[in-house]
């Protein structure tokens, strides 16, 4: 009677079950590979520095092989495939690449002129390496060169997004993906440069908050672009640039702004770049109602 009644238990929450062992394996892998640069490396306080590069490098990637592992495990060969051709789905609308790559700089660029922190360099400058030039820096800086978009994605979206978006709704999945990826980074909360001059107990609330808003955009371009992995990295690298340019203090005079007031500006970016989006899935993106069969 117990065997039979953990065999339907688990028949009924195989894809939770599934869930929670991918996210299990991606945290293992990353925070094995992370903490072991972090207990070998003598003096390490810097994210930025060189010698741990390489473990940063490859604990990113912890997301891409747990979500390999459990599509090979839940659907064999033919899900492995399905989700590797979702990785160079890159036919998709032209309207999905400008929000991808335009709407987040842009709505940074214009909100940080509204608030009224000036810039310190020509303004034209900025416009064209936040805004015109951000397709490139996106691909080269961001994908190719950078940390994140390349080893993330095929995970966060590429397999619980999937897995969640039919089940969950695009606000429940945001949340969930959103404290999943947070909370992933763990390890490195404790470089004051990660944090970006925030303490312990600012940051544990507001980054979470950073993530999810950020899962609920992703999730619209998701859907739009019909589960292109390569969408969700282009846009996982125009956060990591846009979010940095922000930062920059060489470029923006932010007066006597604290560390907490400029990380709620860069917020309530992520909050407008979310609110746009679900304004254009529901009007440029909406899709049209289905025809009755009565």
Not at 266 to 276: N, P
Request: charged share 10%.
């Amino acid at each position: 009677m117990v065997r039979i009644n953990i065999r339907r238990f688990v028949t009924q929450h195989r894809e939770i079950m599934s869930l929670v062992l991918f996210v299990v394996i991606a945290y293992a892998i990353s925070w094995a590979v992370w903490l072991t640069g972090m207990l070998s490396i003598d003096g390490l306080t810097s994210l930025e520095d060189e010698r741990f590069a390489g473990f940063l490098l490859a604990g990113s990637f912890g997301p891409a092989i747990a979500a390999l592992a459990m599509a090979g495990f839940t659907g064999g060969r033919s899900s492995i495939v399905s989700l590797l051709k979702r990785l160079i789905r890159v036919r998709v609308n032209w309207r999905v690449y400008v929000v991808t790559f335009f709407l987040m700089p842009s709505i940074g660029l214009v909100s940080y002129l509204v608030l009224g922190i000036s810039p310190k360099i020509a303004l034209w400058k900025i416009a064209i390496t936040m805004i015109a030039l951000v397709p490139l820096n996106a691909i080269v800086v961001g994908i190719i060169l950078g940390v994140g978009p390349l080893g993330e994605e095929l995970g966060w979206r590429g397999f619980l997004q999937a897995h969640l978006q039919g089940r969950a709704g695009s606000a429940a999945s945001a949340l969930i993906i959103g404290l999943v990826w947070a909370f992933w980074h763990f390890p490195v909360f404790r470089f004051a440069d990660f944090r970006n001059g925030l303490d312990w107990s600012q940051f544990i609330v507001l980054y979470p908050i950073s993530t999810i808003l950020v899962a609920f955009a992703m999730g619209h371009l998701w859907h739009w672009s019909n589960e292109s992995v390569f969408i969700a990295m282009c846009f996982h690298a125009v956060l990591n640039t846009t979010a940095v340019n922000l930062l920059r203090d060489n470029w923006w005079d932010f007066g006597d702004l604290t560390a907490a007031q400029i990380y709620l500006t860069i917020l309530a970016v992520f909050a407008l770049t979310a609110g746009a989006t679900y304004v254009l899935s529901r009007t440029v993106f909406r899709q049209p109602a289905r025809a009755s069969s009565d």
